[in-house]
């Protein structure tokens, strides 16, 4: 007789000649381990049919699978910790956690997850939208949609009430940049401080945040004047931590300017100088751009010296990811190849890059026209 495949229930004889079925109802997060409904009958068929019932009422959501009542902010963060979490990065699951914890009202946590409906959901979601949270409702609902798509599964719910919402749309962030004016007062009056090689290596790399300050010295080709993005340096609980690249992509080399390795070669110096001032004291993380004492540095001291940096300068309060926009925006103005600049971004796709400087397309367009005039001139008309 072929096997039953998963969650169709087994059927067995017992020694004492009575038959057994059993079958998997679902998995109890507070016992960790499976929910297992047993029944017995004199004959197979009697033990079959009641195996038929159980599985049809169990789809149908009408037989539960615990016997206490699941709330669904509980559920919630057992899906998040028990299932999610093994498979994703620390600071994602960070992210989600922070979320949860100060976007999901106490009301709508304890409400038993049998009794959620998509009305309930989409409040939290127009609401939360209205705040301007357009990007944490996006993440907020894939993350619901997941612990539903579970629980209907494990047979909590007979359905998931997440399909029937709506998410608000998002605004576009207009990019923020600094024009070459901007970029060189910036520099200029950076140039005082201990940090002006890193922000030097941002604005001629357009490195993330997260990728310079886990840049180490073996990162650095000096013979063939490269930079190769390895890893990123993210805080998770307070604490600093370096993990690999989300994608692929992100993982590439990038030419070096002249000017960048004339910066770091300095910088190198200085460093070394540091370390020795530190002598036993030093926390060997090579990395580098670390802290004054050569630890891992809190990205937010370091926006914060950005923010001071640019008040200095009379400058507008663009956002450290500025200096990666203006980057990219000047090679593509320059008439670089956007799948070049894609590459060097670190970007999965090329349409990522053209739509975040869709803006800068119409003048590239209007340059491709004048390359066609100057080639077939007015004469041939």
Not at 341 to 365: F, N
Request: hydrophobic share 35%.
């Amino acid at each position: 007789m072929a096997r039953r495949g998963n969650r169709e229930g087994t059927i067995c004889r017992r020694k004492d000649g009575r038959w057994c079925g059993a079958v998997t109802l679902g998995y109890d997060p507070k016992a960790g381990k499976p929910i297992r409904k047993f029944f017995y009958g004199r004959t197979r068929q009697e033990v079959a049919e009641k195996l038929t019932r159980i599985l049809r009422d169990h789809h149908l959501g009408l037989l539960p699978a615990t016997k206490e009542r699941m709330e669904f902010g509980s559920w919630l963060w057992t899906f998040l910790d028990l299932y999610k979490k093994p498979e994703i990065r620390p600071s994602t699951y960070e992210l989600y956690a922070g979320i949860l914890r100060l976007h999901l009202p106490e009301k709508l946590a304890h409400t038993p997850l049998e009794k959620l409906r998509s009305e309930d959901l989409q409040a939290l979601y127009t609401s939360l939208g209205e705040k301007g949270y357009s990007r944490t409702v996006q993440i907020l609902h894939n993350l619901i949609h997941s612990a539903l798509d579970q629980a209907v599964k494990l047979g909590y719910v007979p359905r998931n009430v997440s399909e029937a919402t709506t998410r608000p749309k998002g605004k576009k962030k207009e990019v923020q940049i600094l024009t070459p004016q901007e970029l060189k007062r910036f520099l200029e009056v950076a140039k005082k401080h201990r940090l002006f090689p890193a922000f030097y290596v941002l604005a001629t790399t357009g490195l993330r945040r997260g990728e310079l300050l886990g840049l180490k010295w073996q990162d650095i080709d000096w013979e063939h004047g490269t930079l190769t993005v390895q890893r990123n340096l993210v805080w998770v609980g307070g604490e600093p931590a370096l993990q690999e690249p989300k994608t692929k992509g992100s993982y590439r080399t990038i030419p070096l300017p002249e000017s960048t390795l004339e910066v770091l070669k300095e910088w190198r110096k200085k460093w070394l100088e540091e370390r020795v001032k530190l002598g036993p004291d030093w926390p060997e993380t090579d990395l580098v751009f670390p802290s004054e004492a050569h630890t891992a540095i809190y990205p937010r001291n370091f926006l914060r010296t950005f923010k001071s940096l640019l008040q200095e300068a009379n400058l507008p309060m663009v956002s450290l990811h500025a200096l990666r926009h203006s980057y990219a925006t000047m090679l593509l103005m320059e008439g670089e190849n956007p799948r070049v600049v894609q590459e060097i971004l670190g970007h999965s796709a090329v349409t990522t890059t053209l739509g975040i400087y869709s803006k800068v397309l119409p003048s590239l367009k209007q340059q491709a026209v004048g390359k066609i005039e100057r080639i077939l001139g007015r004469n041939n008309v």
